[in-house]
């Protein structure tokens, strides 16, 4: 069978305007939806923080972040810190790309150096980085260089098996390609 045999042009077009229509009403309601979902769980939250069903001291309220990042945005603090988690962010994403890039090197090159770390590597990528963050703590202090750390166990273990599992799924008539070029 064909497709459905449409009895004028100008009923293709009703039937286009019906599913943009249809597409159109999905995303509110959908959005709609979420919002509804958001505020309804910042209520909860409120409501249950106020009314000492959950622990407000390790919850807080909604209420007390907003006023207390409307006073960070007033003495300009909140700047401080935006600038000193974004120093730490980028520098554990170099270090993390360029550690990366190195050791699935090393990897590639070396297949039984591969085969000795490769079980290591996939037992450090599946521990809960929240649980090493103490432990880099006590070793290494309270610093930057401690979040620094972090952020890198958080990437560096998964990159470093997944650039060597891409390094050695490289097709090889592209290697013979780039040899002749």
């Not at 390790?58 to 935006?82: E, N, V």
């Not at 360029?98 to 450090?124: G, H, Y």
């Amino acid at each position: 069978m064909g497709p459905p045999v449409l009895s004028s042009p100008g009923s293709l077009l009703k039937v286009q305007k019906n599913y943009v229509k249809l597409q159109k009403r999905n995303v509110w309601i959908v959005r709609t939806a979420r919002i509804l979902l958001l505020v309804g769980f910042i209520f909860l939250w409120e409501l249950t923080s106020t009314k000492g069903i959950i622990d407000s001291f390790i919850f807080s309220r909604p209420s007390k972040i907003t006023l207390c990042f409307w006073s960070m945005i007033l003495d300009k603090s909140i700047f401080l810190h935006i600038g000193i988690t974004l120093y730490e962010t980028l520098v554990s994403f170099v270090l993390v790309t360029v550690l990366s890039i190195l050791f699935a090197t090393i990897l590639w090159f070396s297949r039984k150096l591969l085969e000795i770390t490769e079980p290591f590597l996939v037992i450090l990528n599946s521990l809960p980085k929240s649980a090493l963050a103490p432990l880099l703590i006590v070793w290494l202090g309270a610093t930057p260089l401690t979040i620094i750390v972090a952020g890198m166990s958080v990437a560096l273990f998964g990159s470093v098996l997944n650039m060597t599992t891409s390094f050695q799924e490289v097709d090889p008539d592209k290697i013979k390609l780039i040899y002749t070029l």
